[in-house]
């Protein structure tokens, strides 16, 4: 796993979003899960990332996946005037598209998700 300080000897990034391991929960394996507060996510916007997208608990592998499909589905549509939502909007979208399909995706970690840094 990545820490903040090899995060700090990154040159600088040219990524508009770096989505952070949500470290699957329920695999057995006991893991330090200070990272989910600000410390990576701060690496990686001193780095020269625009956004973070990381989680605030650990969530299942299945959660994340199909979270991050629908996030990829709406980072590709075009909002009004065909502009792309951002970041923060397109995790918003599948958030709630995921709640609208029912299942235990809500309930169990969909929302576990933030977005840090600029939301466009």
């Known amino acids: 796993m990545i820490d903040a300080g090899e995060v700090s000897r990154f040159p600088r990034l040219r990524s508009s979003v ?21 410390a990576l996510p701060d690496a990686f916007l001193a780095a020269g990332a625009r956004s973070v997208i990381a989680p605030l608990w650990p969530v299942s592998r299945e959660i994340s996946d199909a ?9 590709s549509r075009g909002g009004e005037g065909s502009t792309r939502p951002g970041p923060a909007e397109s995790l918003r979208r599948a958030q709630l598209a995921l709640l609208d399909a029912g299942g235990d995706a809500a309930a169990s970690g969909c929302f576990s998700f933030v977005v840090l840094g600029a939301p466009r």
């Not at 770096?18 to 600000?38: F, I, K, M, N, S």
């Not at 979270?67 to 980072?75: G, I, K, M, P, S």
């Open 18 to 38: 770096v989505v952070l391991d949500p470290e699957p929960a329920g695999d057995g394996v006991e893991r330090d899960h200070r990272h989910a507060g600000t």
């Open 67 to 75: 979270l991050f499909r629908a996030f990829h589905e709406e980072e």
